[in-house]
C-alpha cells in the first residue's frame, strides 16, 4: 500500500478508537468490559425467552478432527492414563492414585491438551493489544508467562447468560455459505433483524452465521487463521451504538479475513480492545440456525460461561442457546 | 476384614444394583442414563425459577493453586506462548502463527493442561467399570488408549439444564463443615429438604453441600483422593426411586470416604454405573450457599454442561446457578 | 493381493523369523536383546577408533521444523515457564518456583512435550509386537498406559556404545538421495563395505544412509510415516548372521515402504522383534557423511545412550559419531 | 542482612565477577562458552582414558519417581498413546496414524512431557540472567516465549565429550552425604584430587558428588529447590583460573544452599554467567563413585551431550563415564 493509503487507515482506525472506546466507563479498574451491560432484568429476560425448553450445543468437539494446522496451535488431544482395557486384562490392581485392590471396580482417566483458541471459545479482555495496552489501558506487560495479571478470562466466567440474538447470513443471501473475503455490513445486519422483527437490545449477544464453518466441517484447509468471511470493521460503530455486550461467530477471527484495511484485525483493535466487547469465535451455529429456520424464532436464552481457566488468553466453552 | 462380612458387602452390594439398575431403561444404544429424565417440560420448569436473574458460578478456578497432589493427578497447568512482554518488546512483529508486521497490534495465547478429573468436572459414564462393564452394560473393552468409543462425556454436552436443589448438610448441623468419613443419609438430606418445603422431582439435580471445600481451601491436604464426608452408599436406592439425574457435591468423590464396605467407591458402582446417574465433582457450593441462606431459596435454574471433550472420562465445565 | 501371495508372504515372513530369532540366547529375562554382543572389548575398541578427535551430531534439532504431520504424532515442542522479557521487565521478581527477591539475577525455565518417536530416537524393544508378543516372546499385555513394564527404553540406556560403520548408499550410487520405495539389499551393502575395505563385527552399529533426510529437510511432505527408502525385508538374515547389534537410518522406519511383502513393517518384525537388533530412526547421517567422504574413514566412534525414559516405547537421543 | 553486609556482598560478588569474566574471550557472537577449552586434543585424551570398556549411566530415570515437588516444575510424564493391551484386545487393527490393517503387527506409542530442568539435566547459557544479561554480554531480551533466540542449549549438543574426573567429598569426609548447608571448598577439591595423584586440566568436566542424591533418593522431600550441600560461591576463581570447562553435581542446584551472601545462586552468576562454565544438575554418581573406589581410578571418558531442544533453558541428557 502506498503512504496516502496508510494515512487513511490510519485516520480511520483512529477515529473508530475515539467514537467507540469505552476505557473508563465502568470505572478504572473494570475488568469485564460489555459484559456489564447485562444485569439481573437481562438476565431474567433470558430466561423468559425458554418456551419450547430446548437447549441446543454451539461447541464443536474439541478433539484431534478439528480445524487447527498444528504448529503454534494444535487440536486438542486427550491423552488416557488409563483405560478400560487396563481394567479388563487386570492391569489396573491395585488402582492407579494409590488406591488398593478393586474388587471388580475399575476406572478410566485422561488429560487435556489445547491451546485455549484452538476451538469454540472466547477471547479474553487479555488477548488482544493495541500499542501496549489492552482493555480499559491497561498495560500489555500485565500478561507474562504467568498469564494475565489483569482481563484474564476467568472475568468472564459466570457473566455470559443473555438474550442471544441469531443472524443467520448466508440464508438471507440464500447461499449455503459466504466466501472468503466477503465482509457483513450493518445494513444488512439491521435488515436480518428487520426481517425477523427483532431489534438488538442493550446486553444482547449477537450471534452471526456466516455458513463458512459448515462449508468447511471435516475438511477444514485454511478454515483456521486463513481467508474468512466476517463482520466489516465498519460494523464498529454500530456494536457500540447498541451496547452489544458479545459477538460470536462460525468463523476462526468474527472479522473479515483479509482485513479491509492495513492492519491487522482491526474490529478486534476497535471492538474488543476499546469498546469492550466480548468475542466468541469458531461457535457452531448451524443446529441452531435450522432450529430458528423451522420455528422461526431467532431470539432465545444464550448462555456461555467459559472455564475459569486464571489467567487465560481465553477459553474454551460448553455454550448453549435455549429456546 | 472376616469372610463374613466380605459376604455381607458383596450381598449388600449386588441387592443395590439388582434394585437401582436402569440398564435398558432408555433402550439398550443409551449413551446418556438419567439425563433421559430431563426433558422439555424440566428445562422450561428450570427456566421458571430464574426471579432474581443471578447467576452464580459453581466452578472453582482452573490453574495450578487447585487441590490435586501431582503424579497420576496434577493441576490445571497453562503454559503461554506468546505474551504482552512479547509485543511491549517488540519480539512478537511479525505475529506468530505466520502472520506478518503487526503494526501496533499484538496477543497472548496459550495451552492449557489439565487432567479432566483434576476440577469441578462431570464423571462420564464411560468413567467407572464394574467386573468389565459400564453404563447400560456395554464393555469396558469400548474404552481405549484412543479414549471411550462409547458413554463419553460429550453425550453430556447440552444435556444438563434443569432445575437444581441445593442440600446444604453444614448449614442444618449448625457446624462449619463436615469431617472425613461421616456420611449423608437419605433421612438427613429428606429432613433438609423439608426444613426448605422442597420435594425433589424427577430429572432434577441434586447438589450436596458438604463444606468440605470451604474447609480445606488453599490448604487442601489429602481433598484430593483422601478421606471426605459424602453421601452414604445407603442413599442409593432414594436417588434412584426418585429419579434425582444428577448429583454434585462439593468433594472429590461424591460418596463418603473411607467406603462403608469393603469394595471401593461402591455409590459409584451403584448410581453411576447402574442407575445412570450424572456425578459431578468438586461443584464449589459456597458462594450459592451464601446467597440461598441469605434469600431463603434453595433451588434454581442448575446449568452445566461440560465441554464436549470427545471420549473424555469427564470434562471440566463452567457450571452455573441462576436464581 | 490374492491368496496365493499372502500364503507365500506369510511363509516367507516365517521362514526368517525361524531363521532370526534370538529369543533365549541370553536367557529368559533378557530385555536388552542384540546390545547383549556389546562387551567391554567391543566398548575399547570404539575408543580406539578416535583419532581426529572430532564428534559429529547425528541428531536433528527438536522444535516445530521437524518432519511430524501433527495428530498421532507431532513435533516437539517447547513452552517457556519464564523468560528474559519477564526478568528485564521486573515480572520474576520475586522469582517463580517460591524463590525470594531476586536482586538481579533472573532466569528461563521450560516445558518439553514431545512424542517419543518424533524425531531422531531409538525403537524400545517394547514399541513392536507380533501376534500378541515382543522381543524375547514376552506378552504384549505388559505395555500398558503405565508403559512398558518390560522391554522399556529405558534398557538401552548406557549401553549403546561400540564400534559405529557408515554405509553411504546415495554416494555409492552417486545419486543425491534414494527414492521411496527403493530397497536397500545386502548386497549392495557388502559392496560399499568392501570399497572401504571394511567388515562388519559381531556388536557393530550399522549406519545407513539413503538421503532421503537431505532430499526432504524443511520441506518434509510425507517423510514421516510415507513411502521411503529403506532396507529390504531381505537383509534380516544377514544382519542375523553377521550379529550386528544396531541399525540407523536417517528415514522415518528404517525398512523400505511400501513393504515388499503383505506384512507391515516386516523388518521390525523379524529383526527387531526376534533377532533384538536395536532399531534406530530418523538418524541425521548428512554431517557425518560428509566427513567420511573427505577423509575416506568410514569406521568410528558411536555413542547413542537414549534418554532413560522409564518404559517408553523409544526416547530421544543426542547420538555422536566420535572420528 | 544489614547494609553493612549487602555493601560488602555486592562488592565480593563484583570483584569475583570481574575476575573470573570470560567474556569476549572467544569472540562477540560465541554461544557455547567454556567448552570452547575442548578441542580435538582433548577429545583424543578422553578417549585414550576407556580402559576396562565399561559405561557408565550418569542419568537417572526420567518418571513420576522422580524429585520435583510438582507446581513450576513437575516429573517427567509419559502419556502412552497406544499400548500392548490395544494390540492383544484387536483394538489397534486398523493401527492408529493411518495404517491399514496390521496383519499381526501391532506396536506401542507414547508422549513424554518434562520440564527441561526435572531431572539429570544442562543448565543452557541462557538460563541465567545477570542484570539483564546472560553469556557473552547477550541480553535476556533474546529469550522470549519463543524460546532462547541466542545461547540456546543447542549450542553444548554434539561438545560434551572430554576428560572426567570425579571428586567424592563424602568418601573423603568418611560420610555417607554431606548436609543441606554445608560447602565444598577450594582446599578440600585439591586435596581430594591430590590423594588420588590426579590434577585437573584446561577443557575438563568437573564431577563432585555430595551423597545428596544418595541421601534422598526415593524420599525426595525438598532436594529439588530446598537447602542443599554444594560448590561454595568461594570456588569460582579456582574454576576459572584451571579453565574447567563443565561442572556437574548429584544436587539440583550446584552450589550450597542457602547460598552464602545475600544473592540468588551467586555462583550461578559468577562461573556460569560469565565464566561461561556448563552446569550439570542432578547427575547421578553414586555408581560411578563405588566403580572409582573400586579401582581407584577417578578420571575417564565423559560424555553428556544433551538433547538439541532448540531454544531450550536446558535440557535432559543421557550422560556417561566411560572407564
Not at 491423552?79 to 482395557?85: A, H, I, R, S
Not at 476451538?119 to 491497561?138: C, Y
Not at 448451524?286 to 430458528?292: F, I, K, M, Q, W
Not at 431470539?299 to 486464571?310: C, D, G, H, R
Amino acid at each position: 500500500m502506498n503512504a496516502a493509503d496508510v494515512d487513511d487507515d490510519t485516520r480511520l482506525l483512529h477515529h473508530y478508537i475515539d467514537k467507540c472506546s469505552n476505557w473508563g466507563r465502568w470505572g478504572d479498574d473494570d475488568q469485564l468490559g460489555a459484559l456489564n451491560l447485562v444485569g439481573p432484568e437481562e438476565v431474567r429476560c433470558a430466561a423468559g425467552l425458554v418456551r419450547k425448553g430446548k437447549p441446543i450445543s454451539l461447541t464443536f468437539p474439541y478433539d484431534q478432527r478439528g480445524p487447527q494446522p498444528g504448529g503454534f496451535r494444535s487440536n486438542p488431544q486427550l491423552f488416557t492414563t488409563t483405560t478400560g482395557l487396563d481394567h479388563i486384562t487386570g492391569t489396573q490392581d491395585p488402582l492407579p492414585g494409590g488406591f488398593g485392590p478393586a474388587r471388580g471396580f475399575g476406572f478410566s482417566d485422561d488429560v487435556l491438551l489445547m491451546p485455549t483458541q484452538s476451538g469454540t471459545q472466547w477471547d479474553a479482555l487479555s488477548h488482544i493489544f493495541w500499542e501496549g495496552r489492552m482493555w480499559n489501558g491497561r498495560s500489555a506487560r500485565h500478561v507474562t508467562t504467568g498469564g494475565a495479571a489483569v482481563n484474564g478470562i476467568e472475568n468472564y466466567t459466570g457473566r455470559i447468560v443473555m438474550r442471544g440474538v441469531l443472524v443467520d447470513v448466508p440464508a438471507h443471501r440464500r447461499v449455503d455459505s459466504l466466501q472468503p473475503g466477503e465482509p457483513i455490513t450493518r445494513d444488512e445486519v439491521e435488515d436480518i433483524l428487520g426481517a425477523h422483527d427483532l431489534i438488538v437490545r442493550p446486553g444482547d449477544a449477537l450471534l452471526v452465521r456466516t455458513g463458512f464453518m459448515a462449508a468447511r466441517r471435516g475438511r477444514w484447509g485454511d478454515y483456521a487463521g486463513g481467508p474468512s468471511p466476517g463482520l466489516s470493521l465498519h460494523m464498529a460503530p454500530w456494536l457500540h451504538e447498541q451496547d452489544i455486550a458479545a459477538v460470536a461467530t462460525d468463523t476462526w477471527g468474527i472479522e473479515v479475513r483479509p482485513n479491509e484495511i492495513g492492519y491487522f484485525q482491526p474490529l478486534h483493535i476497535v471492538s474488543l480492545v476499546h469498546s469492550g466487547i466480548a468475542f466468541g469465535e469458531m461457535f457452531d451455529l448451524d443446529v441452531l440456525a435450522a432450529d430458528c429456520a423451522e420455528d422461526g424464532v431467532y431470539e432465545f436464552m444464550f448462555i456461555a460461561s467459559p472455564l475459569p481457566v486464571t489467567g487465560g488468553s481465553g477459553a474454551p466453552v460448553s455454550a448453549l442457546a435455549i429456546k
